[in-house]
């Protein structure tokens, strides 16, 4: 584990905000080809084939990974996890350097 070294509050109009999410899916392969479009659809990824489930792989801002679980709700969801929201302030303002520690 890495120690946390600087804490900041981002204002949202110059930050980028994203989040992960692993998504695992059960699919026959007559379903298959249903969650591939919708996984198209968001730019998701498939990142685990099974033979009755697929992981899949999204980023984006909450309200994508939201509505995306949200079109997923037709097939049955094994398990969800969630990173959270992760960010950074856009440009170099106010970028903290820490040498070669990190």
Known sequence: LVDVRDIKE???EISVYRELALIKVKATPQERPSVIAVTNTFRANIIDVA???LIIEITGNQSKIDAFIRLLEGFEILEIARTGIAGLGR???NVV???DEC
């Open 10 to 12: 981002l204002e949202p």
């Open 51 to 53: 033979p009755e489930s």
């Open 91 to 93: 440009g170099t303002e």
């Open 97 to 99: 350097y820490f040498g």
